[in-house]
């Protein structure tokens, strides 16, 4: 007779959490039914996907509420249906918890460029839109821009399909500008890699401004 204890996955483990590339110190819970000193903890990227090292044998867990804290940067995964494992390290294959609702990981797009209150005019062209991605998962863009500020919609194309790479990009060829002159323009950079379009992941440029020409 094998007497051992259980353990839960408590965090994350509810709807709507998003962990971005790059971040630190996500805290991960568990409860443990019985002293599980040492547990090995993974993360997964589908629900029957593989499992990813966390940390192994990391110890010092008691019978009741248990955390660990991720302090390394979240790797570069881009998913909706992340997971967390937390195992015994004594018998990893038979006293396991898997949470059971999913978690995001996402790349991060951050847009520099048009600068706050930025003017751009009307019609002209070779306009720069410029952007930085943390992450080699998004391998291709579309730009928008809404003309109501962050609350969109975001239904004028500037551009669709651009190859990106990890760092900074730049699209240096928007014109003529259409017209549409507003106070509170805000440019989306969505990714759109293997040409699916991705609305989970996607940044947003500072509010600039499309102003009218006199000739």
């Known amino acids: 007779i094998k007497f051992v204890g259980s353990l839960d996955v408590t965090s994350p483990e509810s709807a709507g959490i998003v962990w971005n590339v790059g971040e630190t110190n996500k805290v991960i819970s568990w409860d443990s039914n019985g002293t599980i000193t040492n547990v090995n ?13 966390i940390v192994l044998n990391d110890g010092s867990h008691v019978n009741g509420g248990n955390s660990y804290t991720w302090t390394s ?7 909706e249906t992340a997971y967390i494992k937390v195992a015994d390290a004594a018998h990893p294959t038979d006293i396991y918890s898997v949470s059971t609702v999913p978690f995001s990981i996402r790349p991060v797009i951050t847009v520099t460029v048009p600068a706050l209150d930025q003017n751009i005019e009307v019609g002209t062209s070779n306009n720069t839109v410029t952007w930085s991605i943390n992450s080699a998962k998004v391998t291709k863009t579309d730009i928008y821009y809404s003309t109501n500020g962050q609350a969109g919609p975001f239904n004028q194309l500037i551009s669709s399909g651009i190859n990106t790479t990890p760092g900074s990009n730049s699209y240096a060829t928007w014109g003529p500008v259409a017209d549409t002159l507003g106070g509170d323009i805000v440019i989306k950079v969505r990714d759109k890699s293997s040409d699916v379009i991705n609305d989970n992941v996607f940044g947003l440029s500072p509010s600039f401004d499309i102003i009218g020409k006199i000739t």
Request: charged fraction near 25%.
């Open 73 to 79: 940067a979240v790797p570069d995964e881009k998913t």
């Open 41 to 53: 903890i993974y993360y997964r990227t589908s629900a029957g996907g593989s499992d990813n090292t």
